[in-house]
């Protein structure tokens, strides 16, 4: 008698065997990445990945003079997301999304992923296979291997942790404590989109079509913008914004020993809806969720004004003075309190 | 206004804002391997972690020559354990141990650990506090660095995701599809003792002492022997009895492409209760969560009666013909069904 026919661990009635669940996700992560991922002279991620699903662990290669990049981050249903807003493909997409930000903002190249996923007893397969679906999509344009995981039977809502390893060369991670006072203060893409659209879910409280509004259900980690301003030496510290500017500003502030003041009217706002329309302000320091890149560059250095077709905008500098500013079109100046994505927050 | 502002995402009133309890479990985490976990001329683990907790990613080294292991094990409560029988110390550690034992199964050596924890609303701090210490303390014990993870509010109960990285030299990794027909299945220490304590616990519904009952609240993953079984070429397949023996010997079977016979009367039973009984042999055949290891043995190889400490039994062999058989004491052949913890079992 095991563990698993005892009572109070009997609750494993489930759309699908645990060991079927995991070889129908090691079938379909077994895809090899596309022609397009794999640039000449780079060994193929798939290869790094020596002994996948299957085993105790898996078993990797870190590509000689690299050091291992290693993020973990939740997605749970009604943190995260909600299963009546969010279309499974788009979970799933989101779910990866999360850990390859976080490799794209150490300068770093995604290799593998991990998934534990905790489903409750009742989800239809359906809805695992659309879920996998937009994970392994994602996975696939970034040549990212789902090397293993865990499943379990979740007592309520849909559990996912997403691990993703990923590799540079040895001491060239961009490290929040690298800005400098003087350094410039740049983002890619354009700020406050996601939120503009988790703000119409809420006011409309039904679903939205996932295809209009990308920012928010597809996200696209800026992995090729974080590798090439590494590569270039050209990033002094870099984060991505997950919480919000205001807040991971703040990360590399703190970590760095720094201040910073924010322009107002430079900060690039995302447009959302038919017509588009500029979002708030507000929205744009605040709203997380965007997965652009933010980092700093040491005064002087010219940077590009785009990078593989993702603008590249100067939205302020670090200061010596250890405080947070926003300065209006005016010229006021405004403290700019971190204010966005925070767990834990006490109210 | 941030996500964490907005109605449906704002549930984060918790025993600690998200940095704090990151900065907490860094603190704790910054502990150095104690001295008797370093073997001479071996890299201290913690030199191995270049940046830990408090950026985008950690960044680890992986020694040179040596490929990399990874794990990933959830803790949910109402599955793993229940906070009515469990202390916070032993579902801290039996969550590290999951993980360890992963490792110890490929005959690695542990790293760096990653711990995903999303808490429900008023779990005291008192708890949280308790959980760590029992995960840390382990950690100290193996010279593992706690280096990153992610922090959540729970919708219920507490859920735990461990990852555990690994190392191990190139090539070397011990699969569980190495078994061969001829070599004969080993297992270390003794089996069915979490499974004796678990039934124990359904049976009288209420707390056991637990510094009396180590092998269910305090299992000790097998990593001196694992990695001492790779070391001397001596373990041609091997897996950890997680799910328990029937079951995980059957995933040798499968991976290896072979079958097996095993001797009853030779299986180690663990000794429970007081005075001390060994456990019904159901239990030692089916009880998971013993953490033990299961591994084959090219024949004519000999193998030594402990190693640390730890016994080493022989229990069986491996045989062409593709079943796992249990030979009982007389002589008599029944076939022996997996049937040990699985997570998704149709009911």
């Known amino acids: 008698m095991g563990l698993g026919t005892t009572s109070a661990y009997d609750v494993f009635a489930l759309p699908l065997p645990e060991r079927s669940l995991i070889s129908r996700i ?16 780079r060994l193929p991620r798939t290869s790094r990945v020596v002994t996948g699903i299957g085993d105790d ?35 799933g997409h989101r779910c990866l999304v ?29 809805w695992v296979d659309r879920f996998m679906k937009g994970l392994l999509e994602l996975a696939r344009q970034f040549g990212v291997t ?34 400098r006072p003087g350094d410039r203060i740049y983002v890619t893409g354009a700020l406050g989109g996601s939120a503009a659209v988790l703000n119409l879910l ?41 919480d919000g500017l205001s807040t991971d500003l703040n990360h590399i502030c703190e970590e760095s020993g720094v201040g910073a003041e924010i322009w107002a009217d430079a900060i690039p706002r995302a447009s959302v809806g ?11 320091l605040h709203g ?19 990078i593989s077709g993702v603008p590249i905008t100067c939205i302020g500098k670090i200061t010596r003075r250890k405080q947070v500013s926003l300065i209006s079109k005016a010229g006021a100046r405004s403290r700019l309190e971190p204010s966005g994505w925070e767990h834990f927050r006490h109210q």
Chains 1, 2 share one sequence.
């Open 26 to 41: 090691g079938v379909a992560s077994a895809n090899r990445p596309t022609a397009g991922s794999l640039k000449a002279g």
């Open 57 to 91: 662990c898996a078993v990797l290669r870190v590509p000689t003079g690299h050091e291992l990049l290693v993020t973990t981050d939740f997605s749970l249903e009604g943190v995260h997301f909600r299963r009546e807003w969010h279309p499974p493909e788009s979970i």
């Open 98 to 126: 999360r850990g390859l930000s976080d490799i794209a903002a150490m300068g770093g190249e995604p290799i593998a992923a991990f998934l534990s996923l905790a489903l409750p007893r009742k989800l239809p397969q359906r």
């Open 146 to 179: 789902l090397a293993g995981g865990d499943t379990a039977q979740s007592p309520t809502g849909i559990l996912a942790d997403i691990v993703v390893l990923g590799s540079v060369p040895k001491s060239k991670a961009v490290l929040r404590s690298g800005a």
């Open 202 to 242: 809420f006011s409309r409280r039904k679903k939205l079509p996932p295809k209009r509004f990308p920012a928010h259900f597809f996200p696209v980690p800026r992995v090729q913008q974080g590798r090439a301003l590494r590569a270039k030496g050209m990033a002094s510290s870099m984060i991505d914004i997950s």
């Open 274 to 284: 038919r017509p588009p329309k500029p979002v708030e302000l507000d929205l744009a």
């Open 288 to 306: 997380g969720d965007d997965y652009e890149l933010l980092f700093t560059v040491r005064p002087g250095l010219r940077v590009p004004s785009q």
